[in-house]
């Protein structure tokens, strides 16, 4: 009994997935040409890709990797920008029932992204695993492919092209950060004191110094946590 409702979540995630991953191709064609700015072979995107799957991660890992960032300075970046994929596991972990194995809870958070943790979260009744396997089997790879193609354009495309195309990824941050930057002002000038100390950060004496990952870093936090104790999310009892 258990087999075959195991196999019905995982049918309806990969069909859950579909769109899902065909979305992911497309936005991580665009990664991919930052990758092969950095001189990431395919092999090398795909792989980062598999293993990373946060558009906002692998990039700011790309830029880093452009810029020579040490070892420490990637490792604090991606743990960083990818810190909210922990509250998200957090989330899922009370969705699933209390006898769930280790690898499956293990591997369900391997899993996690924005998306499939949406279509996850929204399970009714304790979420069965394999649904999130069924979207992750084929989300995954759509995901990776997609950056390990665009390497393999941007080393075919002429340079040119190859700039125009890395414009692209600038357009997918803005159409994250715009819809919800007009319904929020918290998150709005949220953003805008992001751009303005970003800028700033770049030219000030002694902060300019720094590597493109320190400031990165420095700036995710400080503005983070400043806002965190300014504005806190209102729980939804109040």
Same mark, same amino acid.
């Given at each position: 009994?258990?087999?075959?409702?195991?196999?019905?979540?995982?049918?309806?995630?990969v069909?859950a #997935? /579909?769109? !899902?991953?065909?979305?992911?191709?497309?936005v991580? %064609?665009s990664?991919?040409?930052?990758?092969?700015? =950095?001189?990431?072979?395919?092999?090398?995107?795909?792989?980062?890709s598999?293993l990373?799957?946060?558009?906002?991660?692998e990039?700011?890992?790309y830029?880093?990797?452009?810029?020579?960032?040490?070892y420490?300075?990637v490792?604090?970046?991606i743990?960083v920008?990818?810190?909210?994929?922990?509250?998200?596991?957090c989330?899922?972990?009370?969705?699933?029932?209390e006898n769930?194995?280790?690898?499956?809870?293990?591997?369900?958070?391997?899993?996690?992204?924005d998306?499939i943790? #949406? /279509?996850s !979260?929204?399970?009714?009744?304790?979420?069965?695993p %394999?649904?999130?396997y069924?979207?992750?089997?084929v =989300?995954?790879?759509?995901?990776?492919?997609?950056?390990a193609?665009?390497?393999?354009a941007?080393?075919?495309?002429?340079?040119?092209?190859?700039?125009?195309l890395?414009?692209?990824?600038?357009?997918?941050?803005?159409?994250i950060?715009?819809?919800p930057a007009?319904k929020?002002m918290?998150?709005?000038?949220?953003v805008?004191?992001s751009?303005?100390?970003?800028w700033?950060?770049?030219?000030?004496?002694f902060?300019?110094?720094l590597?493109?990952?320190?400031?990165?870093?420095?700036?995710?936090?400080?503005?983070?946590a400043?806002?965190a104790?300014?504005?806190?999310?209102e729980?939804e009892?109040?």
């Amino acid at each position: 009994m258990n087999g075959m409702k195991n196999k019905s979540a995982f049918f309806n995630g990969v069909a859950a #997935g /579909i769109p !899902i991953g065909l979305g992911y191709f497309a936005v991580s %064609f665009s990664l991919g040409i930052v990758a092969r700015k =950095a001189g990431l072979s395919p092999f090398q995107g795909f792989v980062s890709s598999f293993l990373n799957r946060a558009s906002a991660g692998e990039y700011a890992l790309y830029t880093a990797i452009e810029q020579l960032a040490t070892y420490i300075e990637v490792a604090l970046i991606i743990f960083v920008v990818n810190a909210r994929y922990m509250l998200m596991s957090c989330a899922l972990s009370q969705r699933i029932s209390e006898n769930t194995a280790f690898a499956h809870r293990f591997l369900v958070a391997f899993g996690i992204t924005d998306e499939i943790f #949406g /279509i996850s !979260i929204a399970q009714k009744g304790p979420l069965n695993p %394999f649904y999130t396997y069924g979207a992750l089997v084929v =989300a995954a790879p759509l995901w990776s492919a997609g950056t390990a193609c665009g390497i393999i354009a941007g080393n075919m495309l002429p340079q040119m092209a190859v700039d125009a195309l890395s414009v692209a990824l600038y357009g997918m941050f803005l159409a994250i950060i715009i819809p919800p930057a007009k319904k929020n002002m918290t998150i709005a000038s949220a953003v805008a004191v992001s751009f303005a100390l970003s800028w700033a950060f770049s030219v000030l004496p002694f902060v300019k110094e720094l590597s493109g990952g320190n400031r990165t870093i420095i700036l995710t936090v400080v503005i983070s946590a400043v806002l965190a104790y300014l504005k806190p999310v209102e729980s939804e009892d109040n």
